[in-house]
């Protein structure tokens, strides 16, 4: 099996390093991950710069290549330039931190997963719900467990399976939650700070509030110890409103 790995974190990443530590024996993989951090970029593309691409070592071994570019530009370049054969399987992660509700859109994690879907591989994003102190050993023993399951049931074309794992040792997992995104938003907050020189910037945060029902979604899972997986796509129509909108016959 063929397994291309890609994060929006960096090649330099603890998560990519525990996923291809995890992986290596399940089949020949790839790395192609930016060279620096590229979190909450969303699904950003390279068109206006080159994209410079380095082989990288660690322990002295062949690791993968690191590019200058996106999330979303090393599954292009990887896929269309960099490597001798076609992936069978696009994980992206591990991400620090969880990409649940509204983060799935803002996540370079998952943009990543979305191109390879895109491209109609196979893909998964898959993250760790937490910023401090992750046991990088569960997720990756999580995604060890999902490939049988995903070569004996592939998932549909267009679609990408966002996997959000708990932060406790892999014993303490309650299991696996099929889950629907949640409906949330950030409610931001931004710092008014001054530099040395007087000049204003702004720090945002902010925290994650749900605007819909809560009941089994990926973020009321993972809360409950529950490895939640999302099957999500990238076609925005809202169906159900078409025909109302035709409907409105705006003339010229």
Known sequence: MNILLTND????????EALHRALKDMGRVSVVAPDSQRSAVGHAITLSDPIKSVAIQR???????????????????????????????????????????????YSGTVSAATEGAILGLQSVAISIDTFTDPIWETPARVMQKLIPVLQKHPLPRDTVLNVNVPNLPYDQLKGFAATRMARSRYVEKFDKRADP???IYFWMDGDMEFTGERDHTDLDMLAKGYVSMTPIGFDLTRHELVDTVAGWKVSL
């Open 9 to 16: 974190d960096g090649i330099y990443a603890p998560g990519i």
């Open 197 to 199: 020189r007087g000049n």
């Open 59 to 105: 322990d002295g071994r062949p690791f993968g290549h690191a590019t200058s570019g996106t999330p979303a530009d090393c599954v292009k370049l990887a896929v269309c330039a960099l490597l001798d054969h076609k992936p069978d399987l696009v994980i992206s992660g591990i991400n620090l931190g969880p990409n649940a509700g509204i983060a799935a859109i």
